[in-house]
């Protein structure tokens, strides 16, 4: 990766919140991301949290097919023996588990969620300038910037209330 690659992860919940190709959410996003010099990139986990079944999820995997033939979204593939993913992966749980433990319980942190910080530390260890990652969630936006922050990167990392952007730019 050149080191003025900046890369965006985007979680489920975004694709879910842009919708299709034919919403203006949608639109929004990918003009904004072909005026940058970013690449988007779901992990392959994600993807897969969405489902195989016919009906399930079915909008948010038309939302990543779509991205994806039109060239502005690939997917990604979290690599743990780059060092240091795994502890920033363990990091993010502990400190998401901190944070959220009067609302959720362990079992209910989803595995992908978990794997977000991890993938970012992974991109800036491959030579991205700057990665955004996109989550809906403020304990899960908290999680990633503190778990980044305590492996020292966390200047070059932004955690992003997906939803939030999105309403930004149709506005």
Same mark, same amino acid.
């Given at each position: 990766m050149d080191s003025s690659d900046s $890369? $965006?992860?985007i979680d489920s919940s975004v694709p879910f =919140?842009?919708?299709g190709?034919?919403?203006e959410k949608y639109q929004a996003f990918e003009r904004f991301v072909r005026k940058q010099p %970013? $690449?988007?990139t779901v992990p392959e986990s994600v993807?897969?949290?969405?489902g195989e079944s016919l009906g399930g999820y079915?909008?948010?995997r038309d939302c990543l097919r779509g991205a994806q033939d039109s060239g502005w979204l690939e997917p990604?593939? %979290?690599?743990?023996s780059v060092p240091r993913v795994p502890e920033v992966v363990d990091k993010r749980r502990a400190r998401m588990e901190v944070l959220s433990a009067d609302d959720v319980t362990e079992d209910e942190i989803e595995e992908t969620d978990t794997i977000l910080a991890g993938f970012a530390y992974q991109y800036v260890a491959e030579g991205a300038s700057h990665v955004s990652v996109f989550v809906s969630d403020q304990i899960a936006e908290r999680a990633i910037r503190d778990a980044l922050s305590?492996?020292? %990167?966390?200047?070059?990392?932004? =955690?992003?209330?997906?939803r939030n952007f999105l309403h930004e730019l149709i506005d």
């Open positions: $890369t $965006t992860i =919140a842009m919708g190709p034919s919403n %970013i $690449t988007v993807a897969e949290e969405l079915e909008y948010q990604g593939h %979290i690599d743990f305590a492996v020292g %990167i966390g200047d070059r990392v932004s =955690a992003v209330e997906g």
